[in-house]
């Protein structure tokens, strides 16, 4: 018997990424609900949020910048009585939050004020309970809900289904180093290997990339797959948490399949690697430096990958 899955999200402001989820939906032997499905009917809306969800196998969370519709008697919003309710009945339940640093919105599909601090509690409550996963365009949710899926249903026979999901890597680093603001936040599967010690990452470098200082550390990594990225500047992976503690164990040499974001700072960062203890260095005066001219380029930004999660198969 085909599972089915439960759409949560406000709709004004995520209608194109509503749309990827049904689109994406399609390739999979899955039941669909939703509030386009729903027609006209006798029950309250809300009456017909909880039947639907109680129907459901899945709960499939997406929540961006809007608290949306709120229940005058409880004072909570829709989304969230239809969370707790698929939460009490123990549903599979698949949460998505927009990445606020990298996700393009209209300023008027952003909640303020009281409902604006409602959303984030809401989304505190996300993060504690769940494994949340983060979205910066309609594509690439329908990416890792196409990813999270496959763990749950069962896909339709479709000759996308056998695509070798490296190229689609390739064609985005590329596009990385083309483009970077434009695809940071992006998250994509490699494999790689590491090449050094980890060594903990810098103030400056948590800085500029929104880490937390004191929790990040990094290895030098070479990518196997894709192919033809030796030498290419991306040469590190950094984890933060859970994260950091497989960068720390994993032994040098030995192949990873990972998921990492890609993420992008316009800033040169000569320094990613902490000192916790000062150091002075003396450098003799250069009387050759006639016979030794360099000239030497200062990079104007920085590229890395985030180390996401393990795959589990790619």
Request: with cysteine; glycine share 4%.
């Amino acid at each position: 018997m085909n599972k089915t899955v439960f759409i949560s999200s406000t709709y004004e402001d995520l209608k194109e990424y509503r749309r990827a989820i049904w689109d994406l939906l399609e390739k999979f032997n899955v039941n669909v609900r939703g509030m386009e499905d729903f027609g006209a009917r006798k029950e309250a809306a809300l009456t017909t949020c909880i039947a639907e969800v109680e129907q459901s196998d899945i709960y499939l969370g997406v929540i961006a910048f809007r608290l949306g519709s709120v229940d005058p008697q409880s004072g909570r919003s829709f989304t969230q009585i239809e969370y707790e309710k698929a939460y009490s009945l123990g549903k599979e339940i698949l949460i998505y939050l927009v990445d606020e640093q990298n996700a393009l919105f209209r300023y008027r599909h952003i909640d303020q004020d009281d409902k604006g601090t409602k959303l984030e509690v809401l989304k505190t409550l996300f993060r504690e309970r769940h494994t949340t996963e983060s979205f910066t365009s309609a594509d690439d949710l329908k990416e890792k809900l196409q990813r999270d899926l496959k763990r749950l249903l069962t896909q339709k026979s479709s000759p996308e289904s056998n695509h070798d999901e490296y190229v689609i890597s390739k064609q985005i680093i590329d596009r990385f180093f083309l483009t970077p603001k434009q695809y940071s936040g992006k998250e994509i599967p490699v494999t790689v290997q590491f090449k050094s010690p980890p060594f903990p990452a810098s103030k400056k470098f948590c800085t500029a990339f929104n880490l937390e200082f004191g929790e990040t550390v990094g290895r030098a990594i070479e990518i196997i797959r894709p192919e033809g990225y030796k030498n290419s500047g991306l040469d590190e992976s950094y984890g933060t948490s859970k994260h950091a503690e497989i960068i720390l164990t994993t032994l040098n040499k030995v192949s990873l399949d990972i998921y990492v974001k890609l993420l992008f700072a316009d800033e040169a960062l000569p320094q990613v690697r902490a000192r916790y203890r000062s150091e002075t260095f003396y450098e003799p005066p250069d009387y050759d430096q006639y016979d030794n001219y360099e000239v030497h380029y200062s990079a104007d930004a920085k590229l890395i990958f985030m180390f996401s999660k393990l795959a589990e198969s790619i």
